[in-house]
């Protein structure tokens, strides 16, 4: 073979091996990695943004009925943001925390808050209907006459835990009866669960808060 011809042949066989390359890399990228829809577009279709937030002032006037009076309009108005800032942060069907007993993969429920909303709005169409005025704009006996008929078929004999709550009602309510404050508050002193403590403070006893039965008898 002359110079010619070899020149020739290597610059050819180069440009098909480059090409032949190339295409396995197409074919494999196409082929074999990317998703085939088979005409079914949802494969690609980007999950829609989350619907957040609440009728603040539904919500408020809901928990109005459901959290204790004694906590004072400025304490139920902070339960209130902490459930709805709660709420609004979840991940629905997120892996849980893997626990002791088990071993398998387990994921938190679908997300309730679309539910929840829709149980807000229906107190509001309930109370038009049977008291001819918003649910806001009721005096918080009707408002709690309106809620009892909405959780009638709401049977259970415990506060479930916020997210298998049957009612955003019964949410609410568990979300702040889960709450440190809300432990606080039932035991008379300052044991804030679930925080970090110092070891220094592990046999200090807890100092009991003013107003309730632990500070009195102390």
Same mark, same amino acid.
């Given at each position: 073979?002359?110079?010619?011809?070899? #020149?020739?042949?290597?610059?050819?066989?180069?440009? $098909?091996?480059?090409?032949?390359?190339? !295409?396995?890399?197409?074919?494999?990228?196409?082929?074999?990695?990317? *998703?085939?829809?088979?005409?079914?577009?949802? @494969?690609?279709?980007?999950?829609?943004?989350?619907?957040?937030?609440?009728?603040? !002032?539904?919500?408020?006037?809901?928990?109005? @009925?459901?959290?204790?009076?004694?906590?004072?309009?400025?304490?139920?108005?902070?339960?209130?943001?902490?459930?709805?800032?709660? $709420?609004?942060?979840?991940? *629905?069907?997120?892996?849980?925390?893997?626990?002791?007993?088990?071993?398998?993969?387990?994921?938190?429920?679908?997300?309730?808050?679309?539910?929840?909303?829709?149980?807000?709005?229906?107190?509001?169409?309930?109370?038009?209907?049977? #008291?001819?005025?918003?649910?806001?704009?009721?005096d918080v006996t009707s408002r709690e006459r309106i @809620?009892?008929?909405?959780? #009638?078929?709401?049977?259970?004999? #415990?506060? *479930?835990?916020?997210?298998?709550?049957?009612? $955003? !009602?019964?949410?609410?309510?568990?979300?702040?009866?889960?709450?440190?404050?809300?432990?606080?508050?039932?035991l008379g002193v300052d044991v804030t669960p679930s925080?970090?403590?110092?070891?220094n403070d592990a046999l200090r006893k807890p100092l009991?808060?003013?107003?309730? !039965?632990?500070?009195?008898?102390?």
């Amino acid at each position: 073979m002359s110079e010619t011809s070899r #020149r020739t042949f290597l610059k050819t066989a180069t440009a $098909i091996a480059a090409g032949s390359a190339t !295409a396995g890399l197409v074919a494999t990228t196409v082929g074999a990695c990317a *998703p085939t829809t088979n005409g079914d577009t949802s @494969v690609a279709r980007t999950a829609s943004a989350r619907v957040t937030g609440f009728n603040r !002032a539904q919500l408020d006037a809901l928990g109005e @009925v459901m959290l204790p009076s004694s906590l004072g309009m400025s304490v139920r108005a902070a339960a209130v943001t902490a459930f709805v800032t709660w $709420i609004d942060a979840y991940e *629905p069907v997120a892996e849980e925390m893997h626990g002791y007993g088990y071993a398998d993969v387990r994921y938190l429920p679908p997300d309730p808050a679309p539910a929840w909303r829709a149980q807000l709005d229906g107190l509001d169409i309930l109370a038009r209907k049977s #008291r001819g005025k918003a649910f806001v704009a009721l005096d918080v006996t009707s408002r709690e006459r309106i @809620v009892a008929a909405a959780l #009638r078929t709401s049977r259970s004999d #415990r506060l *479930p835990s916020p997210l298998a709550a049957s009612h $955003i !009602a019964l949410a609410l309510l568990a979300h702040w009866a889960s709450s440190p404050s809300a432990w606080n508050l039932a035991l008379g002193v300052d044991v804030t669960p679930s925080s970090c403590r110092l070891l220094n403070d592990a046999l200090r006893k807890p100092l009991p808060i003013a107003g309730t !039965a632990g500070a009195t008898s102390a």
